[in-house]
């Protein structure tokens, strides 16, 4: 398949998808979305692919939303489909019964770490980092993140990192638990290829089973958390922070927020 804002090749069972927008350090925009969502269908649909990796073009694995086109684009009728959008697809991944490899190659923050959450097992380069900083545009992580977020590293360390939007190393990151693994930069994708491979060459079904049996393990009254966030951000979209945030991201300087 050919995407506008993805890349994505199809080897031995491995679907390898690479996040390609390099001149906007890889951020989600409307077309991107588009393009998710197509990739969602191929993912179900192709019983040839077995395994998926995620990655980035360049030095980041992805900065999340486009801030570049908040004020044009994100209007709030067109910012609820599209939070509507993304959320499907990740719990689209997070459902799907073929194992999901984040290969993290750099900034992971925001969006790109929301998507990195629903895969399954995440490696990082030791270069990459880590952070959910949207309350510095006035806003909260709204596509998964604080659920998923507080599975992997517990109620007090999720606060802390949401709350402070606090930008960790890899290391951190493996302390914390929110990523399996930590490789030099020039051996992530080789580490996430042979991985893949290990797992593209188990039973599929018995992958997929085992996925849903741990997932079940964990509360299933995420769907209200994650409703509740939707609705959250919906809401924060329209608030003079929000606004603040964004202006302050552009002037490269610090917001002043007024609780507004």
Known sequence: MVFATLKYELTDGIAAVTINRPEKNNAISMEMRGDFRALADELYANEAVRVVVFTGTGKTFCVGADVSTFET???????????????????????????????????CVGGGLELALACDLRIAAR??????????????????????????VGFGRAKELVLTGEIVSADEALRSGLVNRVVEDAELMSEARALAARLAAKAPQALGLAKRVIQSCVSADLHTARTLESFGQSILIKTADHREGVKAFREKRRPRFEGR
């Open 127 to 152: 270069s990459a980092r880590f952070g959910l900083p949207e309350n510095n545009l006035g806003l909260i992580p709204g596509i998964g993140g604080c659920s998923r977020l507080v599975k992997l």
């Open 73 to 107: 684009d994100w209007n709030t009728p067109l910012f609820r489909a599209n939070t509507r959008l993304l959320t499907s697809f990740f719990n689209d991944l997070e459902a799907l019964e073929k194992p999901l490899i984040a290969a993290i190659n750099g900034t």
